[in-house]
């Protein structure tokens, strides 16, 4: 969004703010002079842009918001104003949406968008914000006034004197009153799609948890995530962030918990060695680069098959370094093949190639049996990590899951075709959903005969810092080692049967993203590598 109303605006000669977008455009209608009280709080102001942005240009809210802080120069204190009320309004638009219905004499839809957002804005601030009830009134109308309109004002000032004659409990008890399927009132409570509240109780029993879980997990997913940093290992330090105030991290070595605003503060950030990461992608990584090869031998040919942003591409990259291996890094989109080169530059260069390919091409034959070590961390429907998204839930649908299981089988067949005979491959999604963890997983391992899975629990474990995780779930497909597919009722311990197992990590138990790792290897065990 290039202009903004009134609340920031370039003014005309005239000294009146111009309203229009870079198209010349009408942006917000603006309302008559006389009406004009005041300017818009900046802080209010961003959080409203960020909204008409997701919802006018599908904008992400976690790259618009830090970019329009930035522009409106808005200081430590309104940027976490402006960041929890954008994200906030965004994540419990569902919530929000249901009370609305209640005090708008007509269908939601119906309403413009700059009037819904700037109810919604003004109804997070009523329920679920330490503000005032005269200053979230007074202030949204203030808002509303300024940026859309005096007509529009009147009605979200009525409104919004509804939704707060109630609290945010009085309300949720309210609606709850009309819902008796338990689906249908945990996705109001916590303000999920109620697919998605379905999905995830099947994730939760698929992987071995309790489905009543689903309540904890929903309300984690409602938190916001406190920065995981990580230094690279060899090049980084987490001394500044420590020094910072910084909490070392609990799950993975290297790693800390850092609440102190914005980290480009920090020097050894800005110098790319140290990098913001979830605490579970760190521990995937980490579980790749460690593993045990099966087969020994050779280790110096890595490949991250997925590797966009680039965030465990820099990880394995420096470990790579340190041991004297290479990391190919892939990512197919030019632009996001861009971010991987700037994530691996702190790493030497001769330890990391980038390519910019389609990862199924992987699966020709130059490249069969190639790599020691692959990451396949595949585009998935990050149903694990709604928590960093605050809009994303409001965006998919279970067609997405269906059409990313086909293409996440293809990069399975590619990685394992371009792995070595007895190397290790990280399956990996940061989605819990058993289609695409565990069914694509079984479905690999019933197409590959000569492909197994490893104890990635066993691995999972002895990289994280305490010991266990206590998230490893075996993997019903068991096959006998190095045959063709069976059925469960023949994988009995001590029949030739591999014991193979995932790891799911969890928000509301392990404080990260809703990681799932499987660690796969081929040909029979002990099968000696070849070396180059
Ligand atoms: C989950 S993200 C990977 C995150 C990354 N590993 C990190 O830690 O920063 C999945 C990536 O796969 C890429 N992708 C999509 N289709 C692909 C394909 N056909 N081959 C390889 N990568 C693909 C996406 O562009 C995206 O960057």
């Avoid at 969004?1 to 010349?24: C, F, H, V, W």
Wanted: glycine letters at 10%; proline letters at 6%.
């Amino acid at each position: 969004m290039s202009e903004r109303g009134n609340g920031g605006g370039r003014r005309n000669e005239q000294g009146r703010q111009r309203n229009r977008g870079a198209a010349g455009e009408r942006r917000f209608s603006v309302a008559a002079p006389s009406q004009r009280k005041r300017r818009a709080d900046p802080a209010r102001l961003v959080a409203f842009e960020v909204l008409r942005a997701v919802a006018e240009e599908d904008a992400y809210a976690n790259l618009v918001l830090p970019a329009r802080i930035r522009e409106s120069r808005l200081d430590r204190r309104d940027a976490a104003f402006a960041t929890e009320l954008a994200y906030g309004a965004l994540r419990e638009q569902g919530l929000y949406d249901a009370v609305l219905a209640r005090c708008v004499d007509r269908p939601l839809p119906q309403l413009d968008g700059a009037v819904l957002d700037a109810l919604r804005l003004g109804t997070h601030q009523l329920l679920s914000m330490r503000v005032p009830t005269h200053a979230a009134l007074d202030e949204t109308v203030g808002l509303a006034r300024a940026v859309i309109g005096a007509g529009p004002s009147g009605l979200i000032n009525a409104v919004l004197r509804k939704v707060a004659a109630r609290d945010r409990d009085e309300w949720v008890a309210e609606l709850l009153e009309d819902l008796e399927d338990g689906v249908s009132r945990s996705a109001l409570e916590h303000s999920h799609p109620e697919w998605i509240v379905r999905a995830l109780r099947q994730s939760l029993a698929a992987h071995g948890r309790r489905a009543d879980e689903i309540e904890d997990l929903l309300a984690a997913d409602n938190q916001a995530p406190v920065v995981n940093l990580v230094a690279l290992p060899g090049l980084g330090s987490l001394d500044e962030a420590l020094a910072q105030g910084a909490e070392p991290g609990t799950l993975v070595p290297g790693s800390a918990y850092y609440a102190g605003g914005d980290v480009a503060r920090l020097e050894s950030v800005r110098g790319g060695t140290t990098r913001v990461q979830d605490a579970g992608s760190q521990l995937v990584a980490w579980a790749l680069a460690n593993a045990e090869l099966p087969g020994g031998g050779r280790d110096s040919v890595w490949l991250d098959l997925c590797a966009g942003p680039g965030g465990k591409a820099a990880l394995l990259a420096a470990v790579a370094a340190r041991r004297g291996a290479t990391l190919t890094a892939n990512e197919p989109t030019p632009h996001r093949a861009e971010l991987v080169r700037r994530a691996l530059q702190a790493v030497p260069e001769e330890h990391w190639i980038l390519t910019v390919e389609d990862g199924r091409d992987y699966g020709n034959a130059d490249n069969a049996g190639r790599f020691d070590r692959i990451m396949v961390d595949a585009p998935c429907s990050g149903l694990g990590a709604l928590r960093r998204r605050p809009e994303s839930r409001w965006r998919k649908s279970p067609q997405d899951i269906a059409e990313l299981t086909i293409l996440q089988g293809e990069l399975l067949d590619a990685a394992l075709s371009a792995l070595r005979p007895g190397g290790v491959l990280a399956y990996v999604t940061c989605s819990p959903h058993p289609a695409e963890t565990r069914a694509v997983v079984e479905d690999a391992l019933r197409r590959h005969p000569d492909a197994r899975l490893l104890d990635t629990g066993a691995a999972a474990d002895a990289v994280c810092l305490g010991g266990t995780l206590g998230a490893a779930h075996p993997l019903d497909a068991r096959r006998p080692q190095g045959g063709s597919a069976e059925p469960e009722s023949s994988a009995e311990p001590g029949n030739g049967v591999e014991p193979g197992n995932t790891v799911q990590l969890w928000p509301h138990v392990h404080r990260t993203d809703a990681m799932f790792l499987a660690l796969l290897t081929k040909g029979a065990p002990g099968i000696p590598a070849t070396e180059d």
